[in-house]
């Protein structure tokens, strides 16, 4: 009778986490660099933007509308708190646009011309990250030289931009895949060697070898309204609360892949965590997993998670998947 009480427990668990349905949404119906989906936003209207492998696109009015140039590889797409719209292009550099219509470009927020990510913190400043060296050329003639610039991190306070790199700071390296701000304000990089934590202007990094950190490379990261901050390296993930790190990995939990591309944290603070095999969905407890397999994602590569009201968009390398509770 217990083991039956056990199951009909777990069963019921699992089913309070996964109720919910998917639907999938696609920019062009057949196979197109348009459905590779970088990053997702939303605009004070609530109308969803997306940056693929071929431009910027908003879906309004059951339609995905062309918002500036196309042919162009975005990488990273922002929105600020006064509605201002931020892209980074992998091989172009930054631009804003700040009317819906027209892009500026933000010559001085990447020195090496190829972004990874913006973002802002608690204050509203925006943050560049930007690629360590190298760039791609988008006409097809092989890598930029960019002789001796090197990447990092920029910061706009709204007066200049201020770049943070490794030989000034402790900064893992100059090319920063990801950033985060949590609860105390602190902002967090993800690089190729390690995390690093700005605090008060005093710079920390976190690695293999000073931390339980599973591995150096920092695809992803994200924090929670309890304070804690989710690292998604190449090799696992890390939950670290204050100075206590929690290791997950798929040999101890039910994350579905060690090889973690993105995370987000929903309204009801539970974790999904984007991989190259599905997302993994963790509330605290409980795991369950979606994928192709299980016909819920239009494509198991999840490299982008953006929660919104009651509704979780993953952009894939062939579309958008949205769960909604």
Known sequence: MKRILSLLFLLSSMYALSAGHWTNRRIEANQ?????????????KGDLWVGTWYGIYKYENSKWLEKGNENIYVETLFIDNRDTKWAGLWGGGV?????????????????????NVISADRKGHIWVGDWGGGAVNLEGKGEINVNNKTGGAALYNGEKWITYKADKV?????????????????????TYHGVSVLENNQWTLYNKQN??????????????SKGNVWIGTCD??????DSKWT??????????????????TDAKGNVWIGTNKGVSLFNGSKWITYNVDNGSLIDDRVQTITANKNKVYLGTSKGVSVFEE
């Open 211 to 224: 931390s339980l950190l599973p591995d150096n490379d920092i695809y992803s990261l994200t924090s929670d």
């Open 95 to 115: 631009y804003k646009c700040e009317d819906n219509q027209n892009w500026v470009n933000v010559k001085e927020a990447s020195p090496t011309n190829s972004v």
């Open 236 to 241: 696992g993930l890390a939950k670290v609360t």
């Open 170 to 190: 402790k900064l893992g390296d100059n090319s920063v895949l990801s950033m985060t701000t949590d609860t105390k304000g602190r902002m967090w990089f993800g």
């Open 32 to 44: 197109s660099p348009k459905n590779d989906i970088h990053s997702i936003c939303f605009d004070k």
């Open 247 to 264: 290791i997950y990995k798929k040999e101890n939990c039910g994350l579905v892949s060690n090889l973690i591309l993105s995370l987000a």
